[in-house]
């Protein structure tokens, strides 16, 4: 089956709100690789590759983050998977 890769950049309060260890965890779950880490503006990066289904929901779950976030926006761009990646990692 086909891989494909989604880059995000996820806008809003989603830092020190525990965003990269929920969405490592749902990554996870969803059976993705790749990776997710804050960024020195505020915002969070995550790279995800994985089935074409698992990623979309994974971007879904992005939109919404842990209870405790703010998602204002969402950015997309999707690719063919590198892979690259054989685990779902929180970068630091």
């Not at 989603?14 to 020195?40: C, I, K, T, W």
């Not at 994985?50 to 919404?64: M, R």
């Amino acid at each position: 089956m086909k891989r494909v890769q989604a880059s995000l950049r996820i806008k809003g309060r989603v830092q020190g709100v525990f965003f990269r260890q929920s969405a490592a965890d749902e990554a996870r779950r969803l059976g993705l690789a790749g990776y997710v880490r804050n960024l020195p503006d505020g915002d969070v990066e995550a790279v995800a590759e994985g089935k074409p289904a698992s990623v979309q929901a994974f971007v879904e779950w992005c939109q919404k983050g842990p209870p405790a976030a703010r998602v204002d926006q969402v950015q997309v761009r999707e690719a063919d998977a590198q892979n690259r990646f054989t685990a779902f990692d929180v970068e630091r």
